[in-house]
C-alpha cells in the first residue's frame, strides 16, 4: 500500500471518529423508588443516590424522577437542558437542586396515605404514567422498597408467610388478577429495574428466590429488565451507576397454568433428617365479585344485571371505561352538599378516587373508577363525565358502570359530542351527567 493511499485511510478514519464524538448521546431517564422514611440514617441513603446519579450516571438531556412508593406518586423531575456546561457535575447539581429541595422536605415531613401502594401498582404507575411523560427514552429505576406485596382488603393475594404468585398470573390481564399482565405485553419497554430489597418479613431463603423469580419474569414479559434484585443497597447502588445487566434469567413454567398463590415452606432442620421443600396452593375466589377485588367489576366478560337493584343503599364503585386513545374523568357526588369525588379531590371521609389514567397510554386501560367504604344511598348520588384530553371524530363515547355489594353489576352507556378535550372547563358539550338511579333502575323503588 502505498503512502497515498495510508493517508487516505487515516483521514477517512479520522473523520468518521470526529464525526461519532460530535453526535449527541441520547437522552436517558432515571428514576428513584423512596420506601417509608423512618430515620436519618434512611434520609442519608437517599441523599447519596441522588448525589451519585447526578455525578455518575446523568449527563446533559437526561432526566431525574423521584416517586413516593407508599403513596404511588410522583414527588418531583429535574430535567437538564442539553447544554455543554451540564458536562460537569457541579452546574448538573445546580439545575437538579430545585428538585432535590422537593425530596428533602419530603422526607422531613412525608405524608403518607393510610393504604401503601403495592409493588404491582409501582410498576403499572411508572410503565403507564412515567412512559407517558416520556416515551421514547431509556428508563432506568433505582427501587428502593419493598416487593412482598399484602393488602389487607385482598389478603388471599398476599405474598406474606411464603407465598407467591404462580407463574399463570402473567397470563391474564389485570381485571383478573393484580398481577396480571397479559394485556400490557409492551408496558416496560426500555425500562431496566434495580430492586433494593429493604423487607425481612421473607420466611426463607426459597421464598426470596421464588419472589426474585416471578417478578424478574413479570418484567421481562412486559418488554423490560429486572438486573438488580439484593438486600445490599451498597452492591444495589453500584450496579445501578454501571448500568448492570441481569446477573440471573428465568424462564416459565408450563406446568403452572392457573392463576393462584403458591407457598414455600422452609425446611425444618433436625438432627436426623431435614424434610423437603413442599408447596401448597392458595385458589383464587373468582366465583363472585367483592369489594377486594379492586377493578374487577369493569371487565368486559362481567356479566351484568338486566333487572333493577333490590335496594339503593350499599356499599357501592362506580367507574368509566373507553376503548379510544382519549382522557375521560369521572366526578362523582355522593350525596347533597358532598365535595366531588375525583382526580381533583381523590378522598373523602366516605371513599376515594382510583386510576386517573391521564392520556389514556393504552385502550386496556383506559377506565378510572371510585370506590365507597360506607353504604350510602345511590338514589341521592350524581355523577358527571368530562372529555378532558384528547380528539375523537364523532364524540367521547364510553360506558358508566356501578357495582352494589351482593347485588352485582349494572352499566349504561353515554356519548360525549365534542371532538376534542377542554382540559375540564366549563362547557355543556364537554360533560354528562348520568343519573345513578336510571342505572340501577331504581326509578321506580323506594329503596
Not at 115 to 137: C, G, M, W
Not at 173 to 184: C, W
Amino acid at each position: 500500500m502505498n503512502w497515498n493511499m495510508k493517508n487516505l485511510l487515516m483521514s477517512g478514519l479520522v473523520a468518521s471518529a470526529l464525526a461519532q464524538s460530535s453526535l449527541p448521546a441520547k437522552a436517558e431517564t432515571y428514576g428513584v423508588v423512596l420506601p417509608l422514611i423512618t430515620s436519618n440514617n434512611e434520609q442519608v441513603i437517599v441523599k447519596k443516590a441522588l448525589n451519585e446519579i447526578i455525578v455518575k450516571r446523568a449527563k446533559p438531556n437526561d432526566k431525574i424522577f423521584i416517586h413516593d412508593g407508599v403513596g404511588n406518586r410522583l414527588i418531583a423531575i429535574a430535567e437538564l437542558p442539553d447544554r455543554k456546561v451540564l458536562r460537569f457535575p457541579k452546574v448538573r447539581m445546580k439545575y437538579a437542586r430545585q428538585a432535590f429541595a422537593k425530596v428533602v422536605s419530603f422526607m422531613g415531613m412525608p405524608d403518607y396515605p393510610s393504604d401503601h401502594a403495592q409493588p404491582y401498582q409501582i410498576f403499572s404507575t411508572l410503565a403507564d404514567e412515567v412512559r407517558n411523560l416520556y416515551p421514547k427514552e431509556k428508563l432506568y429505576v433505582l427501587y428502593i422498597g419493598s416487593l412482598l406485596a399484602h393488602d389487607d382488603k385482598a389478603a388471599d393475594m398476599s405474598m406474606l408467610n411464603g407465598y407467591y404468585p404462580s407463574d399463570a398470573h402473567l397470563k391474564v390481564d389485570g381485571f383478573v388478577s393484580p398481577y396480571g399482565i397479559a394485556d400490557r405485553p409492551n408496558a416496560q419497554n426500555n425500562t431496566t429495574y434495580h430492586i433494593c430489597n429493604i423487607d425481612d418479613r421473607f420466611t426463607s431463603r426459597e421464598h426470596y428466590k421464588a419472589v426474585h423469580r416471578f417478578w424478574s419474569l413479570s418484567v421481562s414479559a412486559q418488554g423490560g429488565k429486572l438486573a438488580t434484585f439484593t438486600n445490599d443497597m451498597g452492591i444495589c447502588l453500584a450496579r445501578f451507576l454501571k448500568n448492570s445487566e441481569p446477573a440471573v434469567s428465568f424462564t416459565p413454567h408450563p406446568s403452572e397454568t392457573k392463576p393462584e398463590m403458591l407457598q414455600v415452606k422452609a425446611p425444618k432442620v433436625t438432627v436426623k433428617k431435614t424434610s423437603q421443600v413442599r408447596t401448597v396452593r392458595r385458589e383464587m375466589p373468582q366465583a363472585q365479585l367483592t369489594k377486594r377485588q379492586g377493578a374487577r367489576f369493569l371487565a368486559t366478560d362481567v356479566p351484568i344485571e338486566t333487572g333493577a337493584a333490590s335496594k339503593s343503599i350499599g356499599l357501592a364503585k362506580l367507574g368509566i371505561r373507553w376503548d379510544k386513545e382519549i382522557d375521560l374523568d369521572i366526578h362523582v357526588i355522593a350525596y347533597p352538599g358532598a365535595k366531588s369525588l375525583s382526580y381533583k379531590n381523590s378522598k373523602i371521609p366516605e371513599g376515594r378516587f382510583d386510576k386517573d389514567w391521564r392520556g389514556s397510554p393504552n385502550d386496556q386501560h383506559a377506565y378510572e373508577y371510585v370506590e365507597f367504604d360506607t353504604p350510602l344511598d345511590l338514589k341521592k348520588m350524581k355523577v358527571f363525565v368530562n372529555f378532558f384530553g384528547g380528539r375523537v371524530v364523532g364524540g367521547a363515547r364510553g360506558v358508566l358502570r356501578i357495582w352494589l355489594e351482593n347485588q352485582g353489576v349494572w352499566e349504561m352507556s353515554f356519548v360525549i359530542p365534542a371532538s376534542r378535550g377542554n382540559q375540564g372547563k366549563n362547557s355543556k358539550q364537554h360533560w354528562v351527567s348520568i343519573s345513578p338511579k336510571e342505572v340501577l333502575r331504581l326509578a321506580n323503588i323506594g329503596r
